[in-house]
Each structure stands twice: as structure tokens, then as C-alpha cells.
């Protein structure tokens, strides 16, 4: 039978679990094929976290931090494409290349992805009028992730603030209204006194305020260092309580690689 | 027939030795460590290598909804299968410049290589060379016994332009290699799972033996001469020959025929002119079921519907609308189809980068990747005649 997404794959009546997988399976698919910049490996990471319901385990985001500490390391390397790496690094040979990807997924996307998919099972909704009619409840038409809006609105806040970060800041007291976001971002999850060191510590206020390609590399390894993991906790406390929504009259916006 | 010079024409300004040896030096190196260039199969493939450089993610059709669209049209298979059609496919591309064809162009000729370990003929043509891209993976194909001159030019027409020797031409792409005719070519010279560019014979050598030797095909001769192909053709009427060869001849390998700016060689308006091109034209359409079964794809880019003669535009089962100009939704506007699926207009709304592909039946859009040439210099290869 031929299914409305194409394969032979069951008709989703718990299209949540499907937008899940889904989610994960683009991430993957562009991991293998090389990340194309150091920020986007930053923000791949961000993508998979909240993709993936804050499972994937902490040790991963100490590890990314250290590739992002004076030379690139080998790791972070490995996952950008060739005209992204910096250093020894341009030496890389293709087939490590190759396997440090596929280690990466299969010792730590694969079991975050399981633990998220059995996390979303007990409460994703079953549309037992709906299965393969194309129409609010299919996984190709889902806005939010897995068609939690407030998975969604996080993940918004998240770009957001990794984004700025990213580009610097003009000002110190521009710290502060960041703080806000970050606050947003992590869901509440970032010590009492987080914003406030930002804000203290002049090294801090020098790389964040910085124009060099020195304060950009550093501001890479804050987001890795201090963003990502918050982010990672925030995730997983929000995902306890996001309750799902079919996202009705939504057009399928983005067309896959041909 | 020269009439000698009234115009001094002077010198032309060429770059000096060292500035060609900077142009030179924009170029990526040529890959030669792959399993194609090595012939050791423990090193990566052309396509990996290709994939890795631009960020394109592994071919998977389930990624698409329907699978008799882009799938099929992808994916070679000698064993229909439901909806799948079984040999060689074919589309035509239609957009204005500007709006991706050339870098689809190059994006489907990395996927033709992953996907069925095609040979890959890109038409090679003295004023273009948009496959610049994967020139580090190109297997340069040139007829034998002629003169070749390359040059170099900016985009800048202000930039002095460089010119190389046939040797130099080897800083920029893999390998050059050189062909004595059609059969030659498909026989000795392409390989699997490669890149080639492949300039025409501009003197047709062989062209002529390989029509006779087909006694099913017979189109009139061109007035005053005793032969369809002859050298006094436009280099592009090797074409013909080489698709019939191919055909007839083998080896029946997997392979893609990709046609850029295809109103050089079939437009609407081929007439039976002094050179038969008419004719050549009927050539190519009788042909063009063998070719599908026979496993040879051929993939053709041009500006309108009119960049490609109707006899040929009624044979083609797969199109796809470029960005930038509306998809038809009657099937008037496309000629050798009977329905057209779409109800709306939705291409003319696209960013470049995304584009419609539809047969018959059903349609769907796809995404490629930017593909872009590490310089802003173009190739120009042209070839004399003695």
C-alpha cells in the first residue's frame, strides 16, 4: 500500500514520535555529510540537544567545549567539512574522518534519540481518525518539534541567544538584556549568579565586547562552555511538561535534498 | 577564404608568466587520491570526496514523497518496479540564467556518480564552463590530432586573460586524456563512477561510419553532399554521433549525458539546412528510447521549452521548473504530456536553490546545494580544425 509519506512505512497515528525521529534523522544526515562552519557545529549541537529532549549526556558537551580550546581539536575537525578546518587539522585523513562521525552518532545520538523517543511515548497523543490523511497530524507538515509548541518557542529563544552571543555585543550593558534571553533560553536553568559574572569579570566583558577573530574564536568556546550544557538542562526540564499540538494548515515549506 | 588583413589587429594584453601562475594558484588542486584516480578501493570515491567538499548530504530516496518523481528519475535500475520506470531517464530543466540550472547541473552529476556509479559526460563547449566546480575530479576529454588552445578569463573583461598549454590544463583538472572517435571514447576513455568533460571532434572523425553502420536509421542528405555527417559540420553535430554510438556500441554501462544550454545543439528552430541539422535533430529522437533502454540518461538545461526542437521535447518524461518563472499548470504549455499535475502556480515563489520536478503524475520539490567555483576565472577551450 502506498502510504502518504511515500515509503512503506506504517501510517502515523502518533505522528509526534515521528516528527521526533524525523528531526533527528535530517541532523544525522548533515553530520555525515560535514558541517560546513565551527558556528554551525555550535548550533548543530543546540539543534540535536532540544531534537533530542536534553538526552544526550553531559561528558559530549565537556568533550566539544575542549575542541574549541586553542587549536582546533580533532573532534570538532572531524565533523566540518575540509575548508572548515583549521591547522594540522587540513591533514585529516578521509577515512577517520568518516568514522569519528558515525562514532559520534552511534555512541551518543542513537541512545539520546531512544531515551527522548520513550520519553515522548507515554504521553504522545494517538489520532485514531487520522493515520495517513494527509492532513493537521502529518509528520512531513509539523512545525514544532515533535509538535510540542513550547519545545518550539525554547528552541526560538535558544537560536536567539546563541546568535548574539556569537556576533558579540556592543556594549556592556547590552550583557544585561542578553542575560534576559539567556534566562529564556535555558529555561531557568543557569546559576544565580550567571549573569551577573558575565558582567563582573572584565576578561569576560573583553571577549564578549571583542571585534578580533580571537574574541569570535572565544566567544565559541563560551557558548560551548557555559551555553550549550544550560541549554541541555533546560531542555530537559521543559520537556517533562510540553503538551502537544497538531499544527493544523501548516504547508510542508521545506523541500529535501534531491 | 582570406581576403588578407585590412585591420592591424596588434597584440592582444596576456597575462605575464607570473600572473597566470597566480590565476593558476586560485584553482583548487586537482583530487588524485581517490578510488577512481588510485585504483585502490580502500580509498574514498570520487563522490565521497565530492560530497564532502560541498556539504551534500548522502542520497536517500525516502526522503521524497513520491518515488516515481525524483527517485526514479535518480535512481538507474535495469528492473522496472511498480511505479519505477526501468534504464536510462532523462529531464528537461527550464529556467532563465542566473537561477541555478549550471550548478544543478554540477549537483546532479555528483548524485549520478553516488547513485549508480554513472559515467558521467558533461558537454563540453568552447565559450562555457560552468563545470568548473568539480574541475578537481574532471577527467578532460579532447579529440585527438587537433589544436587546442586554453585560455583563462576573468569575469572582469578588463583582466588580462592567460593562456595555457594543453600540459597546464592539468593544475586545474585530474587528468586530460584524448580520444580518436565516438567508439573510441566509450570504449577506452570514460570510466565508471567518473566526471568527465568531453569536447567535440570538430573534424567528426568517424561520425559518418557510425550513422552508416546503423541500417535502420536513414535521413535525407544534405543538398550537395554525399554524406549526413560531414567536417565541414558545426563541431556540435559530433553529438549525434557520439548518442548513436553510444547506443549502438556500448560499453552499456550507466551513463549521464548532461547537456547545458542545450539550444546550442537542438532548438525548435533546426532547419534542413546545408549541414542536415534537421535531420540530426530526427536522429536524435529516434534514438532516444534505445538510449533509455540501452541505460544512457541524458539531462538537458535551457532557457524556455523552445531551446529544444518538439520532435525531442515529446520523448522527454521528466521536467523541472527553475526558480524565478511560474510552472505551467495546463498541459498546452508542455508539449508530449497529457495532464500536468500541478493546480497552481508555485515555482515563480522559490529561492534559488529549490525547484520543481514533475512528470505525468505527480510533482515535487527538491532542494540541492550551492556548488560554487573556487574562482571567478572561466575556461575557454577551443579547438581548430586541422
Known amino acids: 500500500m502506498e502510504t502518504s509519506n511515500g515509503r512503506d512505512d506504517p501510517d502515523p ?135 510540542r509548541p513550547a519545545l518550539s518557542e525554547l528552541e526560538t529563544w535558544q537560536d536567539r541567544a546563541l546568535a548574539s552571543l556569537l556576533e558579540g555585543f556592543d556594549d556592556r550593558g547590552e550583557l544585561l538584556e542578553w542575560g534576559q534571553d539567556v534566562l529564556q533560553a535555558t529555561h531557568g536553568e543557569l546559576g544565580k549568579e550567571w549573569v551577573t559574572r558575565l558582567y563582573n569579570e572584565p576578561s569576560t566583558v573583553d571577549v564578549l565586547l571583542g571585534e578580533s577573530d580571537a574574541d569570535a574564536r572565544a566567544r565559541r568556546l563560551f557558548a560551548a562552555h557555559h551555553l550549550l550544557p544550560d541549554y541541555r538542562a533546560g531542555v530537559r526540564v521543559l520537556s517533562g511538561r510540553a503538551s502537544e499540538l497538531p499544527d493544523e494548515g501548516t504547508q510542508k515549506t521545506e523541500a529535501s535534498f534531491a | 577564404m582570406s581576403t588578407g588583413k585590412t585591420i592591424d589587429w596588434g597584440d592582444e594584453n596576456v597575462a605575464d608568466d607570473e600572473t597566470k601562475r597566480e590565476i593558476l594558484a586560485q584553482f583548487p588542486e586537482p583530487v588524485r587520491t581517490t578510488r577512481q584516480a588510485t585504483g585502490n578501493a580502500s580509498r574514498w570515491t570520487d563522490e565521497r570526496h565530492m560530497r564532502e567538499r560541498f556539504g551534500v548530504p548522502a542520497w536517500d530516496a525516502t526522503r521524497f514523497d513520491y518515488p516515481d518523481v525524483v527517485p526514479n528519475c535518480w535512481e538507474h535500475s535495469w ?65 585527438e590530432g587537433v589544436p587546442v588552445t586554453a585560455r583563462l578569463e576573468s569575469k572582469d573583461p578588463t583582466e588580462p586573460a592567460a593562456e595555457l598549454d594543453v600540459d597546464e590544463l592539468e593544475a586545474i583538472v585530474r587528468e586530460v586524456r584524448r580520444y580518436s572517435d565516438p567508439v573510441d571514447l566509450n570504449r577506452r576513455v570514460l570510466d565508471q563512477g567518473t566526471f568527465h568533460v568531453v569536447y567535440p571532434d570538430p573534424r567528426l572523425r568517424g561520425c559518418q561510419e557510425v550513422y552508416e553502420r546503423d541500417a535502420e536509421k536513414r535521413y535525407d542528405t544534405p543538398p550537395n553532399r554525399s554524406t549526413l555527417f560531414a567536417e565541414e559540420d558545426p563541431a556540435n553535430h559530433w553529438w549525434f554521433a557520439w548518442a548513436l554510438a553510444r547506443v549502438n556500441h556500448g ?136
Not at chain 2, 115 to 136: C, D, F, I, T, Y
Not at chain 2, 282 to 304: C, P, Q
Request: with cysteine; aromatic share 8%.
Open chain 2, 251 to 386: 560499453p552499456h554501462h550507466w551513463a549521464t549525458w548532461i547537456c547545458d544550454e542545450v539550444g546550442d545543439i537542438a532548438p525548435q528552430s533546426a532547419r534542413k539546412d546545408q549541414f542536415g541539422t534537421f535531420q540530426k535533430v530526427e536522429l536524435l529522437k529516434d534514438m532516444w528510447v534505445d538510449a533509455r533502454k540501452f541505460g544512457l540518461s541524458i539531462f538537458l538545461f535551457g532557457h524556455s521549452e523552445v531551446d529544444i526542437h518538439e520532435k525531442i521535447r515529446h520523448k522527454i518524461r521528466w521536467r523541472i521548473q527553475m526558480p524565478g518563472t511560474a510552472n505551467p499548470t495546463t498541459a498546452s504549455d508542455v508539449v508530449g504530456f497529457e495532464s500536468v499535475p500541478m493546480d497552481r502556480q508555485v515555482t515563480d515563489e522559490y529561492s534559488i536553490g529549490k525547484a520543481l520536478m514533475y512528470n505525468e503524475t505527480h510533482f515535487e520539490a527538491f532542494r540541492w546545494r550551492d556548488m560554487p567555483s573556487a574562482t571567478s576565472y572561466k575556461l575557454k577551450i577551443e579547438e581548430g580544425r586541422t
Open chain 2, 79 to 143: 528492473e522496472a518496479d511498480g511505479d519505477r520506470i526501468a534504464g536510462g531517464t532523462d529531464f528537461l530543466a527550464r529556467g532563465k540564467p542566473g537561477k541555478g540550472k549550471s550548478t544543478l547541473a554540477n549537483y546532479v552529476a555528483v548524485r549520478q556518480v553516488e547513485v549508480n556509479n554513472e559515467k558521467v559526460v558533461w558537454r563540453g563547449s568552447s565559450s562555457r564552463s560552468e563545470w568548473l566546480p568539480l574541475a578537481p575530479y574532471t577527467v578532460l576529454c579532447l579529440p
Open chain 1, 13 to 147: 497515528y502518533r505522528p509526534a514520535l515521528v516528527t521526533l525521529s524525523q528531526d533527528v534523522r535530517e541532523r544525522v544526515d548533515e553530520l555525515l555529510a560535514g558541517l560546513e562552519s565551527e558556528r554551525r557545529a555550535l548550533e548543530w549541537l543546540q539543534e540535536i540537544t532540544i531534537r533530542t529532549l536534553g538526552r544526550i549526556e553531559r561528558p559530549v558537551y565537556v568533550d566539544v567545549a575542549r575542541q574549541y580550546r586553542g587549536d582546533q581539536g580533532v573532534l570538532l575537525a572531524a565533523i566540518l567539512r575540509p575548508t572548515a578546518r583549521r591547522g594540522d587539522m587540513r591533514e585529516l585523513d578521509t577515512a577517520i574522518v568518516e568514522q569519528m562521525r558515525e562514532r559520534l552518532v552511534a555512541h551518543h545520538v542513537v541512545p539520546a534519540h531512544r531515551d527522548a523517543f520513550r520519553r515522548l511515548r507515554v504521553d504522545a497523543t494517538e489520532y485514531v481518525d487520522a493515520g495517513g490523511d494527509g492532513d493537521a497530524h502529518d509528520p512531513k507538515r509539523q512545525r514544532f518539534i515533535a509538535m
